[in-house]
């Protein structure tokens, strides 16, 4: 898993409550993703960054937030936990544009109760 | 629906035959690519066909492209037991300024000993 690292790894959590992940590299890549994996869902991307403090969008963005000050940490930040967000949340980066070549991190698998 | 749909969805196979999934899409494409995931770990990128390219190998892995009908296989020669695994097709497309990046839902290959 090419220097990315993902902290927890698993996580139990109460809806409503805040819950930060990390995504810690060090490979020095420009790109950095999150996304959450989910049976009939396939891999659907949250947030990406294309370089410090540079973030934007993916097609489930609603209810996370991001924020990178660091080339190396990524940090994705569900602001109140809900049930739907239960899942396995994936970093990953990526030193070419255009959305490809990725490496991933081991997973975050996240539940809320 | 999804941009990129793998079939089979599962498929079974003995040491040393060959496996072919295929994957298709929508759209008209930037580029292809194809991933794999063990189970319980992150993604790990195989290989990546351009929409100007038609065939593409590595390893024991030859991957294909048919723009007209906008279709790839994916073929694994003399497998393994350790290429037990899922994999993934992701497609990468222009959607006004921005590129997106869609996932299939995969297929899952397991390998006999």
């Known amino acids: 898993d090419a220097g990315i690292t993902q902290s927890p790894r698993h996580k139990v959590t109460e809806t409503g409550t805040p819950v930060t992940l990390r995504c810690h590299q060090t490979?020095?890549?420009?790109?950095m993703y999150w996304y959450r994996q989910d049976p009939g869902h396939g891999l659907r991307l949250i947030h990406y960054?294309?370089?410090?403090?540079?973030?934007d969008k993916g097609e489930v963005s609603d209810g996370y937030s991001v924020s990178r000050s660091k080339t190396e940490d990524f940090l994705l930040t569900l602001e109140s936990a809900t049930s739907s967000q239960t899942s396995v949340y994936f970093c990953?980066?990526?030193?070419?544009?255009?959305?490809?070549?990725?490496?991933f991190g081991p997973g975050t698998r996240l539940t809320v109760t | 629906s999804q941009q990129g749909e793998e079939d089979p969805q599962a498929l079974s196979i003995q040491e040393g035959e060959n496996a072919t999934m295929n994957c298709s899409y929508k759209?008209?494409?930037?580029?292809l690519q194809w991933y794999r995931q063990n189970s319980g770990r992150g993604l790990v990128h195989l290989i990546l066909?351009?929409?100007n390219e038609r065939e593409k190998h590595s390893g024991r892995l030859r991957v294909t492209l048919d723009t007209s009908k906008k279709s790839s296989s994916l073929l694994i020669t003399a497998s393994r037991a350790a290429d037990t695994a899922s994999y993934f097709c992701?497609?990468?497309?222009?959607?006004?300024?921005?590129?997106?990046?869609?996932w299939g839902l995969g297929t899952s290959l397991a390998v006999n000993p």
């Open positions: 960054s294309y370089g410090v403090k540079d973030t």
């Open positions: 066909i351009r929409s």
């Open positions: 992701a497609t990468v497309y222009n959607a006004g300024n921005n590129r997106k990046l869609i």
């Open positions: 759209t008209s494409i930037n580029n």
């Open positions: 490979e020095n890549h420009r790109y």
């Open positions: 990953a980066i990526s030193d070419t544009g255009g959305l490809i070549e990725q490496y």
